[in-house]
Antibody
Framework: QVQLQESGPGLVKPSQTLSLTCTVS??????????WSWIRQPAGKGLEWIGH???????TYNPSLKSRLTISADTSKNQFSLRLSSVTAADTAVYYC?????????????????WGQGTMVPVSS | QSALTQPASVSGSPGQSITISCTGT?????????VSWYQQHPGKAPKLMIY???NRPSGVSNRFSGSKSGNTASLTISGLQTEDEADYYC??????????FGTGTKVTVL
């Protein structure tokens, strides 16, 4: 059973860079018809897709975050990571990593089938 | 980036059926067509309930069903149970190459 676990600092200061890592167990991030995604949710609000990385390492980002965002992968550790620069209070949220299953490699069929438990990241001085 | 539109809340009594709508555009729901639905209990991660508009993952109750017409997708919960009380989100792929979520619907079991 594939499992995902987010890790990272509990607090980030405004203007700094938010960094999170998702460790994947019982499954490889470099094989299969999957993408590996980040999603966030401010307290009391809805879900927002941040971006994803494919098994071959190509990335796609939410246009609203693209200028500040980097998603990368370390296949030796079976981890993928998020870096969001120049953060403000508006970036305060629970951040989830998730696996995107992509039937027949058709990206628009993607569904987020496995999620991490989420990690709360406050942005505050 | 605008979210897909869902009703803020839907309620029903135990045993009843309810339907949650998810309205998008021809650039997402109506265009690419593949909608998925998620259930989220308070303090928990979302759980995939429906993918490819109508398909249920293994282990999801057959009380949950999905459909789509034009730019609007729907999730129906039949035989409503107390454990169905949660937030529900739809999502679809948008033509500008990213996923968009719905605004979310709070389901209350009366």
């Amino acid at each position: 059973q594939v499992q995902l676990q987010e890790s990272g600092p509990g607090l980030v200061k405004p203007s700094q860079t938010l960094s999170l890592t998702c460790t994947v167990s019982s499954g490889s991030i470099s094989s299969g018809s999957f993408y590996w995604s980040w999603i966030r949710q401010p307290a009391g609000k809805g879900l927002e897709w941040i971006g994803h990385i494919s098994t071959s390492g190509s990335t796609t980002y939410n246009p609203s975050l693209k200028s500040r965002l980097t998603i990368s992968a370390d296949t030796s550790k079976n981890q993928f990571s998020l870096r969001l620069s120049s953060v403000t209070a508006a970036d305060t949220a629970v951040y989830y990593c998730a696996r995107v299953v992509v039937p027949a490699a058709i990206i628009n069929r993607g569904a987020f089938d496995i999620w991490g438990q989420g990690t709360m990241v406050p942005v505050s001085s | 980036q605008s979210a897909l539109t869902q009703p803020a809340s839907v309620s029903g009594s135990p045993g009843q059926s309810i339907t949650i709508s998810c309205t998008g555009t021809s650039s997402d729901v109506g265009g690419y067509g593949y909608v998925s639905w998620y259930q989220q209990h308070p303090g928990k991660a979302p759980k995939l309930m429906i993918y490819d508009v109508t398909n249920r993952p293994s282990g999801v109750s057959n009380r949950f069903s999905g459909s789509k017409s034009g730019n609007t997708a729907s999730l129906t919960i039949s035989g409503l149970q107390t454990e169905d009380e949660a937030d529900y989100y739809c999502t679809a792929y948008r033509s500008s190459s990213f996923y968009v979520f719905g605004t979310g619907t709070k389901v209350t079991v009366l």
